[in-house]
């Protein structure tokens, strides 16, 4: 009996394995294994693939990269969609949720599909579409405001650099907000309505409700759906290639380190040691951006139940 | 039913939905109305349907190679998402099937990797293709221009591994292990009872990976560097390029490579959702 069942679970372990064997080596292959080049890459230069020498000192791209004015521009661009975009999009996807979740509203199920629809879009369709609509003399925009009186000269969306930028928030925030709202009602058609119902014996007006009950109660999604846009945003590469007038245009005013490591690698002469820095900076950035967003939404009661159910 | 009536007190509501739904539909009006016009009525500014739909198609088949890219797009997404399904679901049902104290640990590490930014392996990636395609024989199509390089690095999906085993928590084990006593192979159980029960979740799965296949950009645009090979994405980006610009055209394109994603979004609407956000119920 002891053997029988130790056999069998001999075997049942490594049938287990066989399972998950060619998965687990792909991982490993392909993002392990990478991540450790990057880093080990990040530490070399010469132009090419063939040419690779580690650098001495081995912080030789680290330091280059602090006088590189490139990638500074880079850096605070992206740290400005992030800062400006992740907010707006979050409050808007929140609010978007609460009134959907209103049970005596009707159309609901319109409106839903119609502000989650953009989500479907492949991110280039989006990006040459708006490029088209917030075009200077031809797009769409500038001719409506033009014809309604709002403006009485073409607006500049793509060739003033401010606006470029705010021109891609825009588009980002368009694409992502119906994508994210989508978690915020799912997650507030769990919510038992006996609460609110509490509440509002007890005394609190809807405003009141909001802040006490549901935006606690939605912290967890507020956490993931802030992560998954922060490591978003801080790879932006398709918007700010296709909608600018330019690629990362006009001049760099709306560059982001995904395509500088782009430019670097693929477009120039290809100096890959450096690219793997930039790149390396942008992941430590993104570990840290996550550990805060995690420490400031922080709740012990949250984390006990969060780990039974994931 | 007694239809619900308009409340006075929503009607906050019905002004901020409608604005957020105008907003959100616009964009697809002007791109479909647009790509029925002249690239010069849509320069003047033109908001309404025309009457150049088929001579947009007419020049988009003679002057661009959009076919060949659709036809590309569509094979690297269909291709792509069988494999990347099968090959996470793998791994999702063994980590919950046969679960094990070591197996946790290997799971718990590939959970880690969710961290990493795709935009950081991009360049150790391109060296590995073009290196180990530099030591293939040359009848093994692999490395630049090869669908094979475009696809092989998203293979195994981290995310879709962890969202294969958290549905699989829901598949019962009792039917597993009655099959078992019935002689069914260990692998036969997964083909045969795991697969037909759990199609939903395939499904979802399946919409996930299609669209990311359909969408991707930067690393097909890295890899695919002839005309021939050239997908979508890459024609609609290459299409922007240039002074000077057929506005009909463009968007024509750009309608056409939204709608596959948008005909499986209205077909499968419950599991396009349920996968988006990585839950399946029942």
């Not at chain 1, 679970?9 to 991982?27: A, D, E």
């Not at chain 1, 928030?169 to 038992?192: C, E, H, K, P």
């Not at chain 2, 409340?7 to 105008?22: E, G």
């Not at chain 2, 499904?203 to 645009?221: K, L, R, Y």
Request: proline fraction near 4%; aromatic fraction near 14%; hydrophobic fraction near 50%.
């Amino acid at each position: 009996m002891g053997k029988a069942f130790s056999f069998n679970r001999l075997k049942s372990g490594l049938v287990g394995w066989g399972f998950i064997l060619i998965p687990v080596i792909l991982v490993g292959v392909f993002i392990f294994y990478p991540m450790f080049r990057a880093f080990q890459l990040s530490l070399q230069t010469g132009i090419g693939r063939r040419n690779l020498v580690y650098i001495d000192p081995w912080y030789g791209n680290y330091a280059r990269l602090i006088q590189d004015s490139t990638f500074w521009t880079a850096l605070q661009n992206n740290f400005f969609y992030l800062i400006i975009q992740v907010p707006i999009m979050i409050v808007l996807a929140m609010t978007f949720a609460v009134l959907l979740n209103k049970k005596d509203l009707r159309f609901r199920g319109f409106f839903r599909t119609c502000i989650f629809l953009p989500a479907i879009t492949s991110l280039m369709a989006y990006s040459t579409v708006f490029r088209y609509m917030f075009d200077t003399t031809n797009g769409i925009l500038n001719n409506i405001m033009l014809d309604l009186g709002l403006i009485s000269t073409p607006i500049g969306w793509l060739t003033d650099p401010s606006l470029a930028r705010i021109t891609i928030i825009i588009a980002i925030t368009w694409r992502w907000t119906g994508y994210n709202m989508i978690f915020y009602l799912s997650s507030l058609q769990n919510v038992d309505e006996g609460i609110y119902e509490a509440a509002r014996i007890d005394g609190a007006n809807s405003v009141q409700s909001f802040f006490k009950i549901t935006v606690p109660m939605l912290k967890p999604i507020i956490l993931f759906t802030s992560v998954m846009s922060t490591i978003g945003t801080l790879q932006l590469f398709d918007e700010v290639m296709q909608i600018p007038s330019t690629p990362g245009g006009p001049g760099n005013a709306t560059t982001t380190l995904a395509q500088y490591i782009f430019n670097i690698s693929f477009l120039w002469q290809p100096d890959f040691g450096y690219a793997a820095s930039i790149s390396f900076v942008m992941l430590a950035i993104i570990l840290a951006l996550s550990a805060i967003q995690f420490w400031v939404t922080r709740d012990r009661d949250r984390l006990k139940k969060s780990q039974g159910r994931h | 039913m007694r239809r619900k009536k308009i409340k006075i007190s929503n009607i906050f509501a019905y002004i901020f939905l409608s604005i957020a739904t105008i907003v959100s539909i616009f964009p697809f009006y002007w791109m479909i109305a647009s790509a029925t016009n002249s690239s010069r009525d849509v320069i003047a500014g033109r908001l309404l349907p025309g009457t150049y739909f088929l001579t947009n198609i007419q020049t988009m088949l003679d002057q661009t190679n959009f076919m060949r890219a659709f036809w590309n797009s569509t094979r690297l997404a269909v291709i792509a998402t069988v494999l990347t399904i099968f090959v996470s679901s793998l791994a999702g049902y063994g980590f919950e099937v046969y679960k094990s104290r070591k197996k946790d640990i290997v799971f718990s590490i590939l959970l880690i990797s969710m961290m990493i930014p795709a935009t950081t392996l991009i360049v150790p990636l391109f060296l590995l293709i073009v290196n180990v395609s530099d030591v293939l024989p040359n009848a093994i199509p692999f490395g630049l221009n090869t669908m094979a390089a475009v696809m092989l690095p998203g293979m195994a999906s981290v995310f879709l591994i962890f969202f294969f085993r958290q549905s699989t928590k829901m598949f019962s084990m009792e039917i597993l292990e009655a099959a078992r006593i019935d002689g069914t192979s260990e692998l036969g159980l997964f083909f045969k009872m795991f697969i037909p029960i759990m199609k939903n979740t395939y499904a979802a799965a399946g919409i996930i990976a299609f669209m990311g296949s359909w969408n991707a950009f930067m690393w097909p645009t890295i890899i695919l560097r002839i005309g021939d090979m050239h997908t979508l994405p890459i024609v609609l980006n290459l299409s922007t390029q240039g002074y000077w610009v057929d506005f009909g055209l463009v968007m024509l394109m750009s309608f056409l490579s939204v709608i596959p994603i948008g005909i499986v979004f209205f077909v499968l609407q419950k599991h396009f959702v349920a996968g988006m956000i990585g839950t399946i119920k029942g």
